[in-house]
């Protein structure tokens, strides 16, 4: 049993050494999250353009809501009641 212990040592696998395995899990974790991270901001930079554009066309749409207004309609006074006439 000793005798097997000891002959398992003597191997020269590249995983044999304690840290390798780890070091190279790490390392690939490493590799992965970095595309994973680039690939997130790809996607939040598309989202923050959509929504920018989203806003942009709600502005545009209320500025042209409000310059086809009848001049005819009543508005409401600044204290919020109704007009007096």
Known sequence: MIALAA???SSTS???QPGTL??????G?????YFVFR???RQLRKVNE?????AASQQ???????EHRSPAAPRSSPNGSPPTQ
Request: zero cysteines.
């Open 29 to 33: 974790m490493g590799v992965i999250l």
């Open 14 to 16: 590249i995983f044999d």
């Open 7 to 9: 002959s398992s040592s």
């Open 50 to 54: 959509a929504a920018r554009a989203e």
């Open 39 to 41: 690939s997130l901001a």
């Open 60 to 66: 545009e749409a209320e500025a042209a809501a409000s």
């Open 22 to 27: 780890g070091f190279l899990v790490v390392f």
